[in-house]
């Protein structure tokens, strides 16, 4: 194919194909998927920058997030307090990077402990009828109440703590999951190669744990990670109204919640928490959207 | 092949006596039964060893239904399955197990039959795993092995199934199908969702393998052209029954039952001169939920007439080996004007 022959008479010879064609781009492989999934990549380059930021809390020119300072009070931002002091002379700035802390502890252990909970009741519940009955009642009962309502009562049985709040968002949150896992479960076990598994004298466990569990995991993967933005969010609300993380540990929710009541005279108390958090939950869930679309089957292997 | 205890001489492999499989229909506040599905109501028929069996009949009719009742993926209502004269059809899960071996599967979609996080080698070999026949080396011989059998290079085995086309696919879960040394094998549409030259690729696979390891075939399709190319014998099922059955050439040539008929004349000649009847039934297939009295092809049948509407017709022989489920001895060629008018008025 390479070997040239000179042309015959009266014609010239096609141009080659590879002078015609614009140079191909000679990508690294990390650079090829951001190409591919440019919103995973944005997404998880934002996410790992803001748990870096929560992982060196103590280098970033930080001190310390609960010393207080009552001569230095609601100072404004200025080169010494990056984002000004609160009512009682805290650094703002240390307490937002900080606080970045329990957003991501609680959003990513939520998002972990509901997803496999719900993963599991629905793997069990998507298989065993009578399971199934009884189950999905409750989870259609916890369901019917608000997921946030259902937190502040958890939380208004124990006392505040991170594991608590933790433990009430994912409650309040399994119901989703498992309804998810048991829906995706419900298609599977109807599929051909599930029969074809039982044809071929597949035990019911294993089943489940080769031709089940990989294919539900996709969409369990991306449910998780709207968890996760959305444990945020939930956590905010929680210590905003006070029902949440314990005002000694500094959390996006009550820097703001503390910042309220001076909202209107000194707004930045309120503003860098928040504006933090916006981020925080638009990069989770771009992540989420990019891993849906990657995810998904019908799109994974397009050329 | 089959290294159980030798059964009687001149027993068919496959038996299948009076197969009922009805499907309750749940409704209601509460979940109650509210009515069944019919979906296979009374069917016998018999393979034997090395025979291909071809279930022909249009969607919905149960031909499925009998392949996965003979799968035992779900329980049966009625009747009995038995394999080598072994019932089989009451067997616990635990004691089918051995025996699920000596039947395999393969599935009319090609994309959905392979699971898409497994490789080829593990799905292959699953079955040779599940039954202890191999493992190690040998178990990557014997993958090797059935990769050669179905055409497919070797190293195939170490790649995704969507990294292979339809054909390639099916050609794959005949592979999965042959793996444990089965006996039959059910097409469940095997070739339906395929390309018309790949179709007669793996049909003509199928039918090598058939002559080299002596495999039955239990083979489900509504492809008449397809069927007459490589079965030995047809059963037509309308309707949850079986309306006739004959061998290929019988069947084929002179079919008896008016059903088998019509669904002869609607199988496309490649031959634009050729001029036929066709015989252009009316009305739809009535549900399965709440099937006619009598005989069930009564509401479509040219050639009805009072008794078909109240006495059910059973298989019967009706000379040539036929065996049709139909109250007409000889059945006409030409409709009778009096039902003519009648189709046309309804």
Same mark, same amino acid.
Request: glycine fraction near 8%.
């Given at each position: 194919?390479?070997?040239?022959?000179?042309?015959?008479?009266?014609?010239?010879?096609?141009?080659?194909?590879?002078?015609?064609?614009?140079?191909?781009?000679?990508?690294?492989?990390?650079?090829?998927?951001?190409?591919?999934?440019?919103?995973?990549?944005?997404?998880?380059?934002?996410?790992?920058?803001?748990?870096?930021?929560?992982?060196?809390?103590?280098?970033?020119?930080?001190?310390?997030?609960?010393?207080?300072?009552?001569?230095?009070?609601?100072?404004?931002?200025?080169?010494?307090?990056?984002?000004?002091?609160?009512?009682?002379?805290?650094?703002?700035?240390?307490?937002?990077?900080?606080?970045?802390?329990?957003?991501?502890?609680?959003?990513?252990?939520?998002?972990?402990?509901?997803?496999?909970?719900?993963?599991?009741?629905?793997?069990?519940?998507?298989?065993?009828?009578?399971?199934?009955?009884?189950?999905?009642?409750?989870?259609?009962?916890?369901?019917?109440?608000?997921?946030?309502?259902?937190?502040?009562?958890?939380?208004?049985?124990?006392?505040?703590?991170?594991?608590?709040?933790?433990?009430?968002?994912?409650?309040?949150?399994?119901?989703?999951?498992?309804?998810?896992?048991?829906?995706?479960?419900?298609?599977?076990?109807?599929?051909?190669?599930?029969?074809?598994?039982?044809?071929?004298?597949?035990?019911?466990?294993?089943?489940?744990?080769?031709?089940?569990?990989?294919?539900?995991?996709?969409?369990?993967?991306?449910?998780?990670?709207?968890?996760?933005?959305?444990?945020?969010?939930?956590?905010?609300?929680?210590?905003?109204?006070?029902?949440?993380?314990?005002?000694?540990?500094?959390?996006?929710?009550?820097?703001?919640?503390?910042?309220?009541?001076?909202?209107?005279?000194?707004?930045?108390?309120?503003?860098?928490?928040?504006?933090?958090?916006?981020?925080?939950?638009?990069?989770?869930?771009?992540?989420?959207?990019?891993?849906?679309?990657?995810?998904?089957?019908?799109?994974?292997?397009?050329? | 092949?089959?290294?159980?205890?030798?059964?009687?001489?001149?027993?068919?492999?496959?038996?299948?006596?009076?197969?009922?499989?009805?499907?309750?229909?749940?409704?209601?506040?509460?979940?109650?039964?509210?009515?069944?599905? !019919?979906?296979?109501?009374?069917?016998? !028929?018999?393979?034997?060893?090395?025979?291909?069996?071809?279930?022909?009949?249009?969607?919905?009719?149960?031909?499925?239904?009998?392949?996965?009742?003979?799968?035992?993926?779900?329980?049966?209502?009625?009747?009995?399955?038995?394999?080598?004269?072994?019932?089989?059809?009451?067997?616990?899960?635990?004691?089918?197990?051995?025996?699920?071996?000596?039947?395999?599967?393969? !599935?009319?979609?090609?994309?959905?039959?392979?699971?898409?996080?497994?490789?080829?080698?593990?799905?292959?070999?699953?079955?040779?795993?599940?039954?202890?026949?191999?493992?190690?080396?040998?178990?990557?011989?014997?993958?090797?092995?059935?990769?050669?059998?179905?055409?497919?290079?070797?190293?195939?085995?170490?790649?995704?199934?969507?990294?292979?086309?339809?054909?390639?696919?099916?050609?794959?879960?005949?592979?999965?199908?042959?793996?444990?040394?089965?006996?039959?094998?059910?097409?469940?549409?095997?070739?339906?969702?395929?390309?018309?030259?790949?179709?007669?690729?793996?049909?003509?696979?199928?039918?090598?393998?058939?002559?080299?390891?002596?495999?039955?075939?239990?083979?489900?399709? =509504?492809?008449?052209?397809?069927?007459?190319?490589?079965? =030995?014998?047809?059963?037509?099922?309308?309707?949850?029954?079986?309306?006739?059955?004959?061998?290929?050439?019988?069947?084929?040539?002179?079919?008896?039952?008016?059903?088998?008929?019509?669904?002869?004349?609607?199988?496309?000649?490649?031959?634009?001169?050729?001029?036929?009847?066709?015989?252009?039934?009316?009305?739809?297939?009535?549900?399965?939920?709440?099937?006619?009295?009598?005989?069930?092809? =009564?509401?479509?049948?040219? !050639?009805?007439?009072?008794?078909?509407?109240?006495?059910?017709?059973?298989?019967?022989?009706?000379?040539?080996?036929?065996?049709?489920?139909?109250?007409?001895?000889?059945?006409?060629?030409?409709?009778?004007?009096?039902?003519?008018?009648?189709?046309?008025?309804?």
């Amino acid at each position: 194919m390479s070997t040239t022959t000179l042309p015959p008479d009266g014609f010239t010879p096609a141009p080659k194909l590879a002078d015609v064609l614009p140079p191909r781009k000679e990508r690294s492989k990390l650079g090829m998927f951001a190409y591919r999934h440019p919103t995973i990549a944005v997404g998880g380059f934002m996410v790992s920058l803001f748990v870096l930021m929560a992982i060196f809390a103590p280098l970033l020119w930080t001190v310390d997030p609960t010393a207080l300072a009552p001569a230095r009070r609601t100072r404004p931002p200025s080169e010494l307090y990056w984002f000004g002091t609160d009512m009682l002379g805290r650094d703002v700035y240390s307490r937002v990077v900080y606080g970045a802390r329990i957003s991501l502890i609680v959003g990513f252990g939520v998002a972990i402990c509901a997803a496999s909970i719900g993963l599991f009741i629905g793997l069990i519940s998507g298989f065993i009828r009578a399971v199934d009955a009884v189950v999905m009642r409750i989870m259609d009962g916890m369901m019917s109440i608000p997921s946030i309502l259902l937190a502040i009562a958890m939380m208004a049985l124990t006392r505040a703590s991170v594991e608590n709040v933790i433990i009430a968002i994912t409650i309040a949150d399994v119901p989703r999951v498992s309804r998810l896992v048991r829906g995706v479960v419900l298609t599977l076990r109807e599929q051909p190669y599930v029969e074809a598994a039982i044809a071929a004298g597949t035990r019911t466990p294993m089943i489940i744990i080769k031709h089940i569990l990989p294919n539900t995991l996709a969409p369990v993967i991306v449910q998780a990670t709207f968890l996760c933005a959305s444990a945020m969010i939930a956590e905010a609300t929680l210590s905003f109204i006070g029902a949440g993380t314990p005002p000694i540990i500094p959390s996006w929710g009550n820097i703001m919640a503390e910042g309220r009541a001076l909202w209107q005279v000194k707004p930045y108390i309120v503003f860098f928490p928040a504006v933090f958090l916006s981020i925080t939950v638009l990069s989770v869930n771009l992540l989420g959207d990019g891993l849906r679309d990657a995810l998904d089957p019908r799109m994974a292997k397009r050329i | 092949m089959s290294n159980s205890q030798t059964p009687a001489p001149g027993t068919p492999l496959l038996e299948v006596k009076g197969l009922k499989k009805h499907f309750p229909i749940h409704g209601g506040i509460l979940g109650g039964k509210t009515g069944n599905v !019919f979906a296979v109501d009374g069917v016998s !028929f018999d393979i034997k060893r090395g025979e291909t069996l071809s279930l022909v009949g249009e969607s919905g009719c149960g031909k499925s239904t009998v392949g996965k009742a003979v799968l035992r993926l779900y329980p049966i209502t009625d009747g009995e399955v038995l394999l080598d004269g072994r019932r089989i059809d009451n067997l616990s899960a635990g004691e089918l197990r051995p025996l699920r071996k000596r039947i395999q599967v393969v !599935f009319q979609d090609p994309f959905s039959s392979l699971n898409p996080r497994q490789k080829l080698r593990d799905i292959i070999a699953e079955p040779i795993i599940n039954f202890g026949l191999a493992s190690g080396s040998e178990l990557d011989d014997r993958v090797g092995d059935l990769l050669d059998k179905v055409r497919l290079p070797r190293d195939a085995m170490y790649r995704y199934p969507h990294e292979f086309s339809g054909g390639q696919r099916q050609r794959i879960a005949i592979a999965r199908a042959l793996a444990p040394g089965s006996d039959l094998i059910i097409c469940d549409e095997a070739v339906s969702a395929l390309d018309v030259s790949v179709k007669a690729q793996i049909v003509n696979l199928l039918s090598d393998l058939q002559d080299e390891l002596g495999l039955t075939l239990l083979f489900i399709s =509504h492809d008449l052209a397809i069927v007459e190319h490589l079965t =030995h014998r047809v059963a037509v099922m309308y309707l949850g029954k079986m309306v006739e059955m004959a061998d290929r050439k019988t069947l084929f040539s002179t079919p008896h039952h008016p059903y088998t008929r019509a669904l002869l004349s609607a199988v496309p000649v490649p031959d634009p001169t050729v001029k036929r009847q066709r015989i252009i039934l009316r009305g739809d297939v009535p549900s399965p939920i709440n099937p006619p009295s009598g005989c069930r092809f =009564h509401t479509r049948c040219p !050639f009805v007439f009072d008794r078909c509407k109240v006495d059910e017709p059973q298989l019967r022989d009706v000379g040539m080996g036929r065996m049709s489920a139909c109250h007409l001895d000889v059945v006409p060629d030409t409709v009778p004007e009096a039902n003519r008018q009648a189709a046309v008025a309804a």
